[in-house]
């Protein structure tokens, strides 16, 4: 949240990348995946009026909550939320540059669909998932 005080758009980006440095590697990998998605949701924003801002308005509060959120005013809460939009819709606008070359393939973000094979591949087996699960479930 600190980085949101620093004017530069440069600075920002020095003081997120340090902060994503210290993430767990599959948290990481998460934030980048998800990050791509929603940039790449909000190129649609004459079909969809998802916005970056209203993109993070949604997804925001639930990537970066305060712990004690229960016990926070209700003006504390919504300077809070407010400081967290700002954040989430800086990291949806500015992810390529903050991972740079990192993010090329995620989420289409190089502009090439996924190959249909791999959708295939995937959707069998979740179906194989489900199936197994609910066997499971009717068979104890």
Same mark, same amino acid.
């Given at each position: 949240?600190?980085?949101?005080?620093?004017?530069?758009?440069?600075?920002?980006?020095? +003081?997120?990348?340090?902060?994503? #440095?210290?993430? $767990?590697?599959?948290?990481?990998?998460?934030?980048? &995946?998800? @990050? /791509? *998605?929603?940039?790449?949701?909000?190129?649609?924003?004459?079909?969809?009026?998802?916005? +970056?801002?209203?993109?993070?308005? #949604?997804?925001? $509060?639930?990537?970066?909550s305060?712990?004690e959120? &229960?016990? @926070? /005013? *209700?003006?504390?809460?919504?300077?809070?939320?407010?400081?967290?939009?700002?954040?989430?819709?800086?990291?949806?606008?500015?992810?390529?540059?903050?991972?740079?070359?990192?993010?090329?393939g995620?989420?289409?973000?190089s502009?090439?669909?996924?190959p249909?094979?791999?959708v295939?591949?995937?959707?069998?087996?979740?179906?194989?998932l489900?199936?197994?699960?609910?066997?499971?479930?009717?068979?104890?």
């Amino acid at each position: 949240m600190g980085a949101l005080q620093v004017t530069s758009r440069q600075e920002k980006l020095a +003081a997120l990348k340090e902060v994503a #440095c210290k993430l $767990p590697k599959a948290n990481l990998l998460l934030l980048k &995946h998800l @990050l /791509s *998605l929603l940039q790449n949701i909000s190129k649609y924003v004459a079909t969809s009026r998802m916005t +970056a801002r209203n993109l993070a308005i #949604c997804v925001g $509060p639930n990537l970066l909550s305060p712990p004690e959120e &229960h016990t @926070l /005013s *209700l003006d504390t809460l919504a300077q809070v939320t407010q400081k967290v939009t700002q954040l989430v819709e800086f990291l949806i606008e500015h992810h390529r540059e903050l991972f740079e070359e990192e993010v090329a393939g995620l989420a289409g973000a190089s502009g090439e669909e996924v190959p249909a094979q791999w959708v295939e591949a995937e959707t069998a087996e979740d179906a194989k998932l489900f199936t197994r699960k609910q066997e499971a479930e009717t068979n104890p």
